[in-house]
């Protein structure tokens, strides 16, 4: 069974760093690729950014510049996310997902206040 356990959520003024993280487990294939997703209060869910078996990476322009996906090494099943110059924009539950499957974490509560 696949497990994707997160964590690095939590309360950060505007302006502001986070570190999210993500390890998979009970993976059985390689991955296509990992991303982060995050829903916001009455939105709908949709991807902040992915990293790909070749380490390529893709950022919603919402966060181009600001937030930075990244992986230990080509063989990690952990992801990172790291959250910079925060806004109340970003406040969401951000949710580590593999690219292709069903699998989702619980979820990593971000929020953003002053």
């Known amino acids: ?47 902040v950014a992915r990293i790909f078996p070749d380490g390529s990476t893709k950022d919603a322009d919402s966060v181009k510049g600001r937030f930075t996906i990244s ?11 790291q959250m910079n110059n925060l806004t109340l924009e970003d406040k969401a539950v951000y949710y580590c997902h593999i690219i292709g499957t069903i699998d989702w974490g619980k979820g990593n509560k971000v929020t953003v206040a002053s």
């Open 71 to 81: 992986r230990d090494n080509a063989a990690s099943n952990t992801v990172y996310l």
């Open 1 to 47: 069974q696949v497990q994707l356990a997160e964590s690095g959520g939590g309360l950060v003024q505007p302006g502001g760093s986070l570190r999210l993280s993500c390890t998979a487990s009970g993976i059985m294939s390689s991955p296509s690729g990992m991303g982060w997703y995050r829903q916001a209060p009455g939105k709908q869910r949709e991807v």
